[in-house]
């Protein structure tokens, strides 16, 4: 009977359920060793094997220490079969994020992420951008999942600081582990990169962060600069780098500066007669209301990277 259960078809590999739980195969290990939550069968050479009754214990596990119960009182009320077992209704609903409908990553992830699991964090995150791709792991993984958190945090005070400071740990990691260089072309008559900041007082880096991977994956040379880039560097770095496009970025209205993106966009360098200027995205939610005519404000991550590579850079295209 026990061999017919370690051969079941419904077993899963720790791999594969760690995906699932949205852990780390070594919390998996961890658990199983310290609290005595593993496979009640193994496979031969002691490789675990999961079943259904399994992962309802893990489960279980999952939810409660993301409901913040300590460990090993989860781990005795998992053993135990009752699910409510534990788990105060005020903290289970504490625990459990705003997600909404979407993705089941965005739950393991989430998951991982109140746990403040740094390892499944990264796991989940580099899972994504394997399986789907950068910009649909950025609009339907991560963005859903950063949003979830920052809505907690703000209806909880303080209490979820951490949730958000390490997932945007991570998924600023992420993100440059997925850009790759690219050179700028040597030739006067190519246009130059493309200038990425956020305006002065503006600390929220990671959309433009998703652009600059983005366009790296097309092979168009990027200069990012980062966070709260003071005026005057900015129109020096611009008439230093004589870039076919800046990207300015806003979170917020109160950061946004229409004069500065007017000044930029007028700027102007190269010979008399044959004067050249960027073109100006805003991106950001910042950017609301009236603006003046010839800046362009996508909607997203796919239309921001469509209208560049189309357009201001079509001509600096290196080798794919």
Known sequence: MVADRGRDETALSTGALARRLGVSPTTLRSWDRRYGLGPVVRAEGRHRRWTPADVAVLETMCRLTAAGVPPAEAARAARSGDPAAGTPVRSRAAGTLPLGDVRQECRGLARAAVRLDAPAVEELLAAAVERHGLVLAWQEVMVPTLHAVGRKWAASGDRYVEVEHLLSWHVSTTLRHATRPTATPGDDTVPGPVVLACVPGEQHTLALEALNAGLSELRLPTRMFGADVPSKVLAGAVRRLGP????????????????????????????????RHAVLMLGGPGWS???PAGMLRPTGLPEALDVLSAGPLSGSRGPV
């Open 289 to 291: 209301g009236r603006l």
């Open 244 to 275: 076919a496009a800046v990207v300015l970025w806003s979170q917020s209205r109160s950061t946004a500066s229409p004069q500065l993106a007017a000044h930029v966009a007028a700027m102007e360098w190269g010979v008399t007669g044959a004067r």
